[in-house]
Nanobody
Framework: QVQLEESGGGLVQPGNSLKLSCAASGRISNNWSMGWFRQTPGQERVFVAA????????HYADSVRGRFTISRDGAKNTVQLTMNSLAPDDSATYFCALGNGVILSEVRNKRAYAYWGQGTQVTVSS
């Protein structure tokens, strides 16, 4: 089994930044991809960003490209999501996810990820 632990959510004013972290532990393969998805009440969980284990293959939703950065913490099985220029529309519960052998065409598909964290709330408000 794989466990994912998220941290870093909170309340932030519009235009400011926030960093989320996700630490994976357990039986982790060597070909994982980790992603962030977000969800608001009554809505589908949607893709935000993803990164492969190599640490340099990244993917972003159009809505966050140029504002959010996903990165790997060195050789650890930990990824961060640095969110800049936050707007009220970014408010959501953010979920970390891990999938093994996720192919390129599926990286934005939540069904490609077998393991999920509990979610962390991000609220952007003045």
């Amino acid at each position: 089994q794989v466990q994912l632990e998220e941290s870093g959510g909170g309340l932030v004013q519009p235009g400011n930044s926030l960093k989320l972290s996700c630490a994976a532990s357990g039986r982790i393969s060597n070909n994982w991809s980790m992603g962030w998805f977000r969800q608001t009440p009554g809505q589908e969980r949607v893709f935000v960003a993803a990164i492969r284990r190599n640490g340099y293959t990244t993917h972003y939703a159009d809505s966050v490209r140029g504002r959010f950065t996903i990165s790997r913490d060195g050789a650890k099985n930990t990824v961060q999501l640095t969110m800049n220029s936050l707007a009220p529309d970014d408010s959501a519960t953010y979920f970390c996810a891990l999938g093994n052998g996720v192919i390129l065409s599926e990286v934005r598909n939540k069904r490609a990820y077998a393991y999920w964290g509990q979610g962390t709330q991000v609220t952007v408000s003045s």
